[in-house]
């Protein structure tokens, strides 16, 4: 068995307690359905790549708690284990920095862990390419999807699976950036 249905239900549960009230940027649906979809995207390639599933499926589902809930490293470690705390927190940009250096540093961590917890990176940034809310300024999309190629760049060994997903996600999303408006 790849993943254990009941650890399944407890860490989605356990995430959609903690961001009750949240809502996806941009429409009104709850904040789950965004981990729960990163938990898809590692579900999708298990058969194709051999890894941890269990652990990359529930840093997904778990992987914004720390950053944009009360929940502590400590809480997740008690309830979830240590190899799913720790990678949560690699996950999570430090609110202690600077906002510019906040990606950088998380990478940094990220690569200091189990390559299941680069995957959740790279299949949270597939989900993430979607889309983006209809007030994202052009400059904010292509700051966007450049720090995307960055993430590639950097995690894309992780999982060729994943990394090819990622590459055709960064492609795609050059149709959500308008055109440079013309000089004067
Ligand atoms: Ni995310």
Redesign the pocket.
């Known amino acids: 068995m790849l993943i254990d249905p009941e650890r399944y239900e407890r860490a989605l549960h356990f995430a959609a307690t903690a961001h009750r009230g949240q809502v996806i940027p941009g429409s009104d649906n709850p904040y789950v359905l965004?981990?729960a979809t990163?938990a898809a995207e590692l579900i999708a390639i298990a058969a194709s790549e051999p890894f941890d599933v269990d652990l990359a499926v529930t840093c997904a589902l778990l992987?914004?708690t720390v950053e944009d809930t009360p929940v502590t490293q400590d809480e997740l470690a008690e309830r979830f284990g240590d190899a799913v705390a720790r990678g949560v927190a690699a996950?999570s940009k430090s609110d202690a920095l600077p906002k510019d250096q906040r990606m950088a540093d998380s990478l940094r961590r990220i690569l200091l862990e189990t390559r299941e917890v680069a995957m959740v990176k790279l299949a949270?940034?597939i989900?993430?390419l979607a889309e983006p809310p209809h007030y994202w300024s052009r400059d904010k999309r292509l700051a966007y999807q450049a720090e995307a190629r960055v993430i590639l760049a950097q995690l894309g060994a992780a999982s060729p699976a994943l990394a090819t997903r990622l590459a055709a996600r960064i492609e795609r999303y050059g149709g959500f950036i308008p055109a440079a408006p013309a000089p004067e």
Do not use: G, K
Request: hydrophobic share 30%; net charge negative; proline share 10%.
């Open positions: 965004h981990p990163v992987h914004d996950l949270d940034r989900v993430n």
